[in-house]
Structures are given as C-alpha cells and as structure tokens.
C-alpha cells in the first residue's frame, strides 16, 4: 500500500461514516414528519453506510496499517419535503460514487492491487445503490403532492429488510 492509497482510503472511511450519519439524520426527519416507513429505509440505509466504512477500516488494518479516522461533517437536518430528502440522498450517492471512482483511479495509478480488487465491490455497490434511490425519487416525482400516494410510497419504504451482512 503506497502512503497515497493510505490517506485517500483513510479519508473514504470517513466519507462512508459521514454518509451514514446523514442517512441517519434523514431517518429523525421522516420518523419526526410521521414518514415512518422512509424513516425505517433511512435506519437501514444508515446501517449499511456504517457497514461500508468498517469494510474499509477492516481491509486496511488487514494490509498492517493502522486505520486513522478522520472529522466527518454536520449532515444537513431540515428538509421541505419527502421528495427533497430523497434527492439529497440520491446527489450523496453520486457523491460517494464519485469518490469511489477516484479511490479506484488512484489505486491503479499506484498500481496497489489489493485496494483495486478490494474497491470493485464498492463499484458494484454503488450501482445498486444510486439505481435504488433514483428509482424512489422518480416515484415521488410521479405521484407530486398526493398525500394518500406518497403513504402508499412510505408503507412501501417501510417493507425494506435488512440486506445479507456484507463479506468482510
Ligand atoms: Fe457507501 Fe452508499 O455509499
């Protein structure tokens, strides 16, 4: 692992947590505007979140480095409306997208092969993830300020379950 690779995926975990806890922070305002079903997505969403940083922490303390952990920012916590949540969860996505993509060019610069088969699960991740909540906010979108469909959307948030622990 080259020092480059270190701080850049060092930093990563710090995106992954700082993602969880705005997921989280998404979760308090659908849960507090009685969206109780987004609320329980945004809970596992976060819990997810929480499960991609410690992949990270695990593989670098894994490769013997000490896993540093950097300051992760105030997630925003005022929203105008279900859908607006929905779109800030889908720009974070693309967001970590993002992120990802340059931790992957960056290890391939580096040519640091064990962070590039590590990161092609995060690709993969990433690609389900953003189809998820874009398809959710297409939804919201579609349906516009119809109450009795966006509960419909909500109970429908609600029925997500907890996906298979990820292989760490
Ligand atoms: Fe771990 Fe959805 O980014």
Redesign the pocket.
Known sequence: MTSKVLDAINQQIA??FG??FSYLGMAAWCEHHNFVGAGQWFRL?SA??HT??MRLFNFVLARNHQARLAAIERPAGDFASLLEVFENAQA??QS??RQ?DALYQLAFEEKVFAAMAELQW?IT??VE??KSVREIVAKLRMVKDDPSSILDIDRELGARRPAAPAAE
């Open positions: 995106n992954e993602s969880s969403q997810e979140e991609h940083a974070q996505e970590v997208s990802i995060f991740e990433q993830e953003e």
